[in-house]
């Protein structure tokens, strides 16, 4: 069974700083997907970016960029430029390459945005 | 272009009682997952349906089943509530494998149980 762990509950930055989430997983599979979801206060998940284990390069949307280690079975999301829309709950999750699209999530991390 | 639509967006229930939730995906999407959100928590998986059929299940009981109709649209139904169903029930729809993981959600039910 695969694992996401998200260590830090809850963060805060001033708004323009730069802010990294973190995550680890735990998986036995070799080809899997790995996101960033965003839950703002409105509580709809949207979808911040995706990372595919077989490439080695490291996703980028705009201000969102992602540190993939795959040894390490760590990912995670820097945010620059932070806004204060930026505000919401950040969930890592997981995804097998194979199968049906059951996204494994972690705790998240509740991310405040200060002016 | 109407995204995830659920219904209803509140409810109360108590123990014993049975529920159901409904769903309305994205325009064009095929497939509906269901996932119940503690609060606090992330999301569980509790099934995905495509074409009619449940395609896989999370580790939620029996007492947890669904159904998805010809047009796409879904329902997941709770029946013997216990207080550790309440939470936020969440629905997700997708266009098969073209894009897999990106999930479109909706706003999701919040479920009371007294």
């Known amino acids: 069974a695969q694992t996401v762990t998200q260590s830090q509950p809850e963060m805060s930055v001033q708004e323009a700083e730069t802010v990294t989430l973190s995550c680890t997983y735990d998986?036995?599979?070799?080809?899997?997907?790995l996101f960033w979801y965003k839950q703002p206060p409105s509580r709809q998940m949207i979808l911040v970016i995706r990372?595919?284990?077989?490439?080695?390069q490291n996703a980028t949307e705009n201000r969102f960029s992602v540190n993939f280690q795959k040894a390490a079975k760590s990912f995670s999301l820097k945010i620059s430029d932070s806004q204060l829309g930026d505000t919401a709950m950040y969930f890592c999750?997981?995804?097998?390459?194979?199968?049906?699209?059951?996204?494994?999530f972690g705790q998240g991390t509740r991310l405040t945005i200060n002016p | 272009d109407a995204g995830v639509t659920q219904s209803p967006t509140h409810l109360i229930k108590t123990r014993g009682q049975q529920v159901t939730l409904r769903c309305s995906p994205k325009?064009?999407?095929?497939?509906v997952s269901w996932y119940q959100q503690a609060l606090g928590q992330g999301p569980q998986f509790i099934f995905q349906?495509?074409?009619?059929?449940?395609?896989q299940r999370g580790n939620f009981p029996d007492r947890f089943s669904g159904h998805q109709f010809p047009n796409y649209s879904s329902e997941l139904n709770v029946n013997a509530l216990l207080l550790g169903d309440s939470a936020l029930y969440l629905c997700?729809?997708?266009?098969?494998?073209?894009?897999?993981?990106?999930?479109?959600f909706g706003e999701g039910s919040r479920l009371t149980v007294l």
């Open positions: 998986t036995s599979e070799n080809n899997y997907y």
């Open positions: 349906y495509y074409e009619e059929e449940e395609r």
């Open positions: 990372q595919e284990a077989y490439k080695q």
């Open positions: 997700a729809s997708s266009l098969g494998l073209t894009h897999p993981g990106e999930l479109f």
């Open positions: 325009s064009g999407h095929d497939t």
């Open positions: 999750a997981f995804m097998k390459r194979q199968g049906a699209q059951k996204l494994v």
